[in-house]
């Protein structure tokens, strides 16, 4: 009996951090489902929300929107940053993900500039800013659960399962792009069919809540609960680890660049300046997403293993030396677009696998939300929510290749920042 009893228990853990895992992980499904699906989508909907008049204005005007739901994340990850540090990682995992879901459901059901006027931008912008105050909170959360709740020698395994699942959401919402492009007209997309995954999201939502109600706090935040609240945790970030934050501002240079040039602007770019079918745009991300998010956990183990830096270093490195011949030779057909697809997200997964832990492993738990979502979320505004709506108006005049310099100066940034930094793997958190 008492074998059979110690044998039980295992498993009980086993499955409990399998549970943990789902729940820190299934907002960032949702949540990039969302934002993916509105930079992807954004072809077929931004008539819907502006006159009709100008093409090219109504998709500059939904992407200067896209920029305005980005510049609500700094102060999701400073506010919602500090609520994770004050009052756990549960309650701030819950709220991020309500808020997201809340947003979609606004977009999925806004009627269109045709039946209620400049309401229809409005309301797209009250979206977008609930969802960007949302996604600023969840990736500095979500992050610090997994860390808090791995152990030392496993920290990269279970933390790539953030990223994991933001691709699994990124790949749903390519799929179901996918389909359907393939089985509606280009007319019924813009008529109807763009709402579909916006509702889809708002229903995921739903589940993620159920999923994060159940889980218990880390023990590292449940002790810091304990403790007396930092009163200024900007001051004090900025003051006590200034170093650290620099280094999460280097580490989000090239990175922020990466996703939105590889997930969310290659599909549009394909379609419209390359003239590609819709089809084979969205056929060939699904296909590099699919690569993308199955590499995570495997990248995540290696990492426990050989350490964080030598997969910063190769990703980066890559990055600077490749990444300007590849982009300017895609051409119009599946295999084209499919290879600049697979080098750019396999170099990013070298990053995104063990992103959550390289960044908690820079702060103590008191500012470990805040340390990682202000700075962080700031540069994700600053490049990431100008990226679409720059690349579209350089298109626009034929000077695309100017941003393509842009990156590669990002890429030494970010290089530098990894040659530099400390080897994190295996320590306890602070």
């Known amino acids: 009996m008492t074998q059979?009893?110690?044998?039980?228990?295992?498993?009980?853990?086993?499955?409990?951090?399998?549970?943990?895992?789902?729940?820190?992980s299934i907002g960032n499904a949702v949540e990039w489902f969302d934002w993916t699906i509105y930079a992807s989508f954004a072809v077929f909907f931004s008539g819907q929300f502006f006159p009709k008049t100008d093409e090219t204005a109504s998709l500059l005007a939904t992407f200067a929107i896209f920029a305005v739901g980005f510049f609500m994340r700094p102060v999701g990850g400073w506010a919602l940053g500090i609520f994770s540090d004050r009052y756990g990682r549960k309650a701030a995992l819950a709220a991020t993900i309500l808020m997201m879901a809340g947003g979609s459901l606004i977009i999925g059901v806004t009627p269109t500039y045709e039946h209620i006027g400049l309401a229809a931008p409005v309301l797209l912008v009250i979206a977008r800013l609930i969802q960007g105050l949302s996604l600023g909170g969840e990736y500095a959360s979500a992050s610090t659960f997994l860390a808090e709740m791995a152990p030392n020698h496993r920290r990269g395994f279970f933390s790539s399962f953030a990223f994991f699942s933001s691709a699994g959401g990124i790949l749903i919402a390519s799929a179901i792009g996918w389909a359907l492009t393939t089985h509606l007209s280009p007319e019924q997309m813009k008529e109807f069919g763009w709402r579909i995954p916006f509702l889809l999201g708002a229903l995921g939502g739903v589940a993620g809540m159920w999923l994060r109600t159940s889980i218990p706090e880390t023990e590292a935040s449940a002790e810091q609960l304990k403790q007396?609240?930092?009163?200024?945790?900007?001051?004090?970030?900025?003051?006590?680890?200034?170093?650290?934050?620099?280094?999460i501002i280097g580490f989000s240079v090239l990175t922020t660049f990466a996703f939105y040039l590889f997930v969310a602007y290659v599909p549009t770019y394909a379609i419209r300046a390359l003239h590609a079918d819709?089809?084979?745009?969205?056929?060939?991300?699904?296909?590099?997403?699919?690569?993308?998010?199955?590499?995570?956990?495997?990248?995540?183990?290696?990492?426990?293993?050989?350490?964080?830096?030598?997969?910063?270093?190769?990703?980066?490195?890559?990055?600077?030396?490749?990444?300007?011949?590849?982009?300017?030779?895609?051409?119009?057909?599946?295999?084209?677009?499919?290879?600049?697809?697979?080098?750019?997200?396999?170099?990013?997964?070298?990053?995104?696998?063990?992103?959550?832990?390289i960044m908690s492993e820079q702060f103590p738990t008191r500012v470990r939300a805040v340390g990682i979502g202000a700075p962080y979320n700031f540069m994700v505004a600053l490049l990431g929510g100008t990226t679409?709506?720059?690349?579209?108006?350089?298109?626009?005049?034929?000077?695309?290749?100017?941003?393509?310099?842009?990156?590669?100066?990002?890429?030494?940034?970010?290089?530098?920042?990894?040659?530099?930094?400390?080897?994190?793997?295996?320590?306890?958190?602070k």
């Open 278 to 357: 819709s089809r084979i745009a969205f056929g060939a991300n699904t296909i590099a997403m699919i690569v993308f998010m199955l590499l995570h956990p495997l990248l995540g183990a290696l990492s426990d293993r050989i350490g964080r830096k030598p997969q910063l270093i190769v990703f980066a490195g890559g990055y600077l030396l490749f990444f300007y011949p590849v982009i300017t030779t895609m051409q119009p057909t599946f295999a084209s677009i499919l290879a600049v697809e697979l080098f750019g997200l396999v170099l990013y997964a070298l990053y995104t696998s063990i992103a959550p832990a």
């Open 388 to 429: 679409p709506y720059l690349l579209t108006w350089l298109q626009s005049i034929g000077q695309e290749r100017w941003f393509f310099y842009y990156v590669l100066a990002g890429a030494v940034i970010t290089l530098l920042t990894f040659i530099r930094m400390p080897e994190t793997n295996g320590r306890p958190l």
């Open 4 to 24: 059979a009893t110690s044998t039980a228990r295992p498993v009980r853990a086993e499955v409990s951090n399998a549970r943990k895992i789902a729940a820190g």
């Open 228 to 247: 007396q609240p930092v009163k200024q945790p900007l001051r004090t970030l900025l003051r006590e680890y200034p170093r650290e934050t620099l280094r």
